[in-house]
């Protein structure tokens, strides 16, 4: 696998009249990975991807993909991309395989074995002469991703990919994304609202506010990146177990059963130890890992979506 970038953005800007939109955005996306796209609404998402794929014209900066600048050569640049930005378009009246085969022709150069192949890889083959219109909305997104990447790109942009589907389509499409790029090497770039899902599907974030790129991180990095942790505690008796937390200094709140405190993971050791130091039961110490929803929320200073 090329350990060169699939897309480079390259202080990227859109500016509206006098408004800018987005801001000198710049970063990579690597091949075989699944890039999260995060950002409160109107933060420039979309605009950002809009321009990615040639959809509005950029006002400063460039877009790189596959060593090629979509300004200098918008044809040979965008042959690497497939996208679905907002929701795929399909002929209901038209079964999968004729709609595959009336953009394939419009793509050019795909063969039967192609498309054979990708129908597979999405798991429509029990349906795909099937009339669109019976498709269900994972069905029929599935079919959409199908479409994309017929001529084989390098990069799968896609915004709002689970929007309206239910739990187990949400589910199902993330782990098509998975695989497709573990299995294929795709870059795949993705815009969503449901933090817990680019949580399990991605391997980076992006972040964007206010049009502003925020942070760039490895997943699990970024959330696990905080000085503090949560430590929920089960103790008998709970309410000296609270006086003893509170004269050593450590802030203590009580939730139903339980207290809960926020420490450095170094001092949990000590916090044990001076409970037991002063014959308080402990029958549970259990340490809280956050969410990708908790820092981005900490990060962005907003109580929205993203």
Do not use: W
């Not at 795909?110 to 129908?119: G, K, P």
Request: glycine content about 10%.
């Amino acid at each position: 696998m090329s350990s060169s970038p699939t897309v480079q953005l390259k202080g990227l800007t859109k500016r509206i009249g006098n408004k800018t939109i987005v801001r000198d955005l710049s970063f990579d996306i690597q091949p075989g990975e699944v890039f999260g796209f995060l950002g409160p609404n109107g933060a420039g998402k979309t605009t950002t991807i809009r321009m990615m794929v040639g959809l509005t014209s950029i006002s400063e900066g460039d877009v790189i993909i596959k060593g090629t600048s979509i300004k200098e050569n918008f044809k040979k640049s965008i042959a690497h991309v497939g996208g679905i930005v907002e929701n795929p378009e399909m002929y209901k009246f038209m079964t999968g395989m004729q709609n595959l085969k009336h953009y394939a022709r419009m793509s050019g150069n795909v063969s039967d074995e192609r498309m054979n192949e990708i129908v597979k890889l999405v798991d429509l083959e029990d349906s795909i002469h099937t009339r669109v219109k019976k498709y269900s909305l994972g069905m029929r997104q599935r079919l959409g991703i199908a479409q994309a990447l017929l001529h084989n790109p390098s990069v799968l942009i896609l915004d709002e990919p689970t929007n309206g589907l239910d739990p187990a389509g949400i589910r199902e499409i993330r782990d098509y994304l998975r695989k497709l790029a573990k299995d294929e090497g795709l870059s795949v770039v993705v815009s969503s609202h449901l933090l817990s899902e680019m949580e399990m599907m991605c391997d980076r974030i992006g972040i964007i506010q206010k049009g502003e790129l925020i942070d760039v991180q490895n997943v699990k990095s970024f959330v696990s990146d905080k000085a503090t942790i949560r430590t929920r505690l089960t103790l008998e008796p709970a309410q000296d177990g609270k006086a003893v937390l509170e004269q050593a200094g450590y802030e203590v709140i009580v939730d139903e059963e339980t207290l809960v405190i926020e420490t450095e993971r170094e001092q949990i050791p000590g916090v044990i130890q001076l409970l037991v130091q002063n014959q308080i039961a402990i029958y549970e110490a259990k340490t809280e890992v956050g969410t990708l929803e908790d820092r981005f929320l900490e990060l962005t200073g907003t109580g929205g979506q993203a």
